[in-house]
């Protein structure tokens, strides 16, 4: 069968060339500058010495920064650290580094998605890039079960000078749920307003308002989707249904032929029905999004059905990829969240959180 939608593709190598990160190096005693272009923030270092591995990584800002408050004797300032602290905060910092790469690369999706209309030359990049978020992801998860190999005792030994310093706190993570599309629509609590009115201040608050107001990646999946409908000369809706009605009708038969009750299996078809006009009909689609059983468009959503049922066809394979990808980003989203409410339970039980969460109950909250 052929495709039943094909965008003409230019050879154009400027938004190759736009997509793709720029590398720039002047070596001349003292100067080396690294730019990497992705639409947001300023990426760049001068550093007036002779480079090496130390200067090039920082090394010395990025060690120094790992200060343990605790003390075996809270007596004596002298006394060493408890043990596990520093262990936890070099968790919670690598945390927060992994984080600061995966804005980098869905920053520099958005930007693409922001410069040009037609994406189809940049969608192997915007893989790529989702590809690696996926696997930074998996690391996440698996991070908490290096937490794990501390016991709630050695936890309970330094939690206390935490104070009210928590990860719910995390300035990066908010602004990476917002980005992605999380919005106070599917909030159960701790609404935006709190996070820019009360949690975050100064410069903080100011990059956390800028995030807010920018088009998430899910808005722009979704207008590249509707666009795809818009453009295609396919018309997807009328054979889908078509095919669904015959394979409902079908199944009725297969039924009644192995002996199913009659009435068992109109009743069957009913619900199948109805279902299936939750799905093409744009007005119940509605509704499931008016209640927020639903996150797209009703044209983004068939937009999305036509490409992985039509998959194999080349047209829509990296489209296809791409949307695999991002169901795994969510997918791992509420992963991190389940091993992190799992692991709070573990640690403290159902006593309050640092951060002036429910802790355990606000964590449950957060799955669903």
């Known amino acids: 069968m052929p495709c039943p939608y094909a965008q003409l ?3 154009d190598t400027k938004h190759i060339n736009d997509s793709s990160d720029s590398d720039t190096s002047i070596v001349d005693e003292v100067l080396i500058t690294k730019t990497a272009v992705n639409g947001t923030g300023n990426h760049h270092q001068s550093i007036n010495e002779p480079l090496n591995y130390a200067t090039y990584l920082r090394t010395d800002l990025l060690l120094s920064a790992l200060k343990c408050l605790s003390h075996t004797d809270p007596l004596d300032n002298n006394s060493p650290p408890v043990h596990d602290e520093h262990f936890f905060i070099l968790i919670h910092q690598v945390f927060e580094l992994w984080f600061k790469q ?7 999706i958005r930007h693409i998605f922001t410069k040009s209309d037609n994406v189809i030359p940049s969608l192997f990049n915007i893989n790529l890039r989702l590809k690696r978020s996926v696997k930074i992801l998996n690391i996440l998860v698996d991070q908490f079960e290096l937490l794990d190999s501390m016991t709630p005792i050695e936890f309970l030994e330094f939690r206390g000078y935490l104070s009210a310093g928590s990860g719910f706190q995390s300035l990066q993570f908010r602004i990476i749920e917002m980005k992605l599309g999380l919005t106070d629509r599917f909030r159960s609590s701790f609404k935006t307003k709190y996070f820019t009115g ?8 100011v990059e956390l308002e800028q995030a807010i107001n920018e088009e998430s990646l899910l808005i722009q999946i979704e207008r590249w989707l509707e666009t795809i409908y818009d453009n295609t000369s396919f018309d997807f809706l009328t054979v889908f249904t078509s095919s669904v009605e015959h394979f409902i009708e079908h199944g009725k038969k297969q039924k009644i032929m192995n002996g199913i009750a009659v009435e ?15 799905m093409i009909d744009s007005s119940e689609y509605q509704k499931l999004l008016n209640n927020n059983e639903r996150r797209i468009s009703h044209k983004a ?3 999305a059905l036509m490409i992985s049922l039509y998959h194999q066809q080349p047209c829509f394979q990296q489209a296809y990829q ?5 169901m795994d980003v969510d997918a791992l989203m509420a992963s991190w969240r389940y091993k992190h409410m799992l692991l709070v339970q573990r640690q403290i039980g159902r006593k309050p959180g640092t ?5 355990f109950s606000y964590l449950q909250q957060t799955i669903t």
């Open 198 to 205: 009360t949690m975050f201040k100064g410069e903080q608050n």
């Open 264 to 278: 068992t299996a109109e009743r069957d078809v009913e619900t199948s029905k109805r279902l299936f006009a939750s």
């Open 102 to 108: 995966i804005l980098f690369e869905i920053d520099s």
């Open 301 to 303: 959503m068939l937009t």
């Open 9 to 11: 593709i230019v050879d």
């Open 322 to 326: 791409m949307l695999g990808l991002l």
């Open 355 to 359: 951060g002036g969460t429910g802790g």
